[in-house]
């Protein structure tokens, strides 16, 4: 069965960068984009970018360009976001989810950016 | 950017009641291919959102035949007909037709 598994909740300081990733099993990892989305609390779902671990190409939301980078792993199957120069505003919950049907999910990342 | 705009943000529900709906784009989501891909989510209270509705009317493997899609160019319908008890939380429609993709604000379905 088609499973994502995301790495656990950070806490990180302002001005730092975090990676999370992104575990994926039971399909082939290099046949589906890999998509990420942040839900900051109580808020909705805004889409990061995506990337097609199976050549590497990648395409981003503008709002997120020079603040996230993705790349994919196909040794381990895993798919990896980095965020940098953390803020505040990049306090969410951060989701990895298969295809640009979001046909499945990962449970999300907690990250908390605090001095 | 499209802008998705879900009505009503918040929904109250007996169980058994039908309800609906309804995503309004702010540009046409009929992709030069001819494919719509209008998405609908379901995100229950601490979980990831899941996929239930595809492409408009596409029923997810998995998902029950009470949760229906509807539409074309700009509006879009769910209806859930007869609501149950696993069904409350909250709603997003989303598109892939044009770059980058967008979600609406979302519509929460409570128990009155």
């Known amino acids: 069965q088609v499973q994502l598994q995301q790495s656990g909740a950070e806490l990180v300081k302002p001005g730092s960068s975090v990676k999370i990733s992104c575990k994926a099993s039971?399909?082939?990892?290099?046949?589906?984009?890999m998509h990420w989305i942040k839900q900051q609390p109580g808020n909705g779902l805004e889409w990061i970018g995506w990337?097609?671990?199976?050549?590497?190409?990648?395409k981003y939301n503008q709002k997120f360009n020079g603040k996230a980078t993705l790349t994919a792993d196909k040794s381990s199957s895993t798919a990896y976001m980095q965020l940098s120069s953390l803020t505040s505003e990049d306090s969410a919950v951060y989701f990895c989810?298969?295809?640009?049907?979001?046909?499945?999910w990962g449970p999300g990342t907690m990250v908390t950016v605090s001095s | 950017d499209v802008v998705l705009t879900q009505t009503p943000p918040t929904l109250s529900a007996t169980i058994g009641q039908s309800v609906s709906i309804s995503c309004r784009s702010s540009?046409?989501?009929?992709?030069?291919?001819?494919?719509?891909?209008l998405h609908w989510l379901l995100q229950r209270p601490g979980q990831s959102p899941q996929l239930l509705i595809y492409?408009?009317?596409r029923l997810e493997s998995g998902v029950p035949n009470r949760f229906s899609g509807s539409g074309s160019g700009t509006d879009f319908t769910l209806k859930i007909s007869g609501v149950e008890a696993e069904d409350l939380g909250v709603y997003y429609c989303?598109?892939?037709?044009?770059?980058?993709?967008?979600f609406g604000g979302g519509t929460k379905l409570e128990l009155k």
């Open positions: 989810a298969r295809s640009g049907y979001f046909d499945f």
């Open positions: 990337i097609y671990p199976g050549n590497g190409n990648t």
């Open positions: 540009q046409s989501l009929l992709h030069s291919n001819g494919n719509t891909y």
């Open positions: 492409s408009v009317s």
């Open positions: 039971g399909y082939t990892f290099t046949s589906y984009d």
């Open positions: 989303v598109q892939g037709t044009h770059a980058p993709w967008t």
